[in-house]
């Protein structure tokens, strides 16, 4: 089993309309977490860290219930440029190695 | 630029030969990785250097596959015997230290075997 699972989407949304997904892990040692964005043929940028009583950067929401070993992504207000993979990242405390997921890829349509 | 660096970023090559890809991290960042991407899946870990020192090669999938990170700024990947299996993105990453949140990827080198 991987350590980091996504519903891999495709999620086709119109502009303007919210879209969530949510990814589960494995490792219960698990401390921190992440989301990544990439772009087709790019590498990875960092979207935003997860906290745990939850966060926000402009129209994105992250989502951490710890009990169900679950993180969450939620876009309000989607842009085209809102398109790409999005890669959920799992760290266990004093590790230093990312374990990603595949990725849910979200397509905004105009 | 002052991002992380990586050469070629296409590389194709035939099977059974050796290749060597290169990592140019953000200056001043000690810890360095690789990671591999196949289509459809995320990075998967290869290796960690903190500093000159391999601190985890338990992601090398076999001993074809070493690193190295001689001064502790550049570090080269290299294969033997290249496998069709072998094709991938491999990407590139630095931090400025152990655990700091974030990871700077390189734009990764396309390595196709052929």
């Known amino acids: 089993r991987k350590e980091v699972e996504q519903d891999p989407g495709p999620f086709n949304v119109p502009e303007g309309a919210t879209v969530a997904f949510n990814c589960t892990y494995s490792?219960?040692?698990?401390?921190?977490f992440f989301w990544y964005r990439q772009d087709c043929r790019k590498e990875p940028k960092l979207l935003m860290s997860?906290?745990?009583s939850g966060n926000e950067d402009g129209r994105f929401t992250a989502q951490l219930n710890r009990a169900s070993q679950y993180i969450s992504l939620l876009i309000r207000d989607s842009k085209l440029s809102d398109s790409a993979t999005y890669l959920c990242?799992?760290?266990?405390?004093?590790?230093?190695?990312?374990?990603f997921g595949a990725g849910t890829t979200v397509t905004v349509r105009a | 630029g002052a991002g992380v660096s990586q050469t070629p970023s296409n590389k194709v090559t035939e099977k059974g030969k050796y290749v060597e890809l290169r990592c140019d991290p953000i200056?001043?960042?000690?810890?360095l990785y690789w990671y591999r991407q196949s289509l459809g899946q995320g990075p998967e870990f290869l290796i960690y250097?903190?500093?000159?020192?391999?601190?985890?090669d338990s992601g090398l999938p076999n001993d074809r596959f070493f690193a190295v990170r001689p001064e502790g700024s550049v570090s080269t990947l290299k294969i033997q015997r290249t496998e069709r299996g072998d094709s991938a993105v491999y990407l590139c990453?630095?931090?400025?230290?152990?655990?700091?949140?974030?990871?700077?990827f390189g734009q990764g080198t396309r390595l196709t075997v052929v």
């Open positions: 990242v799992a760290r266990s405390f004093n590790d230093y190695k990312l374990s």
């Open positions: 490792n219960s040692a698990s401390q921190s």
């Open positions: 990453a630095s931090s400025l230290t152990t655990g700091t949140t974030e990871a700077f």
């Open positions: 997860v906290y745990s």
């Open positions: 200056s001043g960042h000690t810890a």
């Open positions: 250097f903190q500093g000159t020192g391999a601190a985890d």
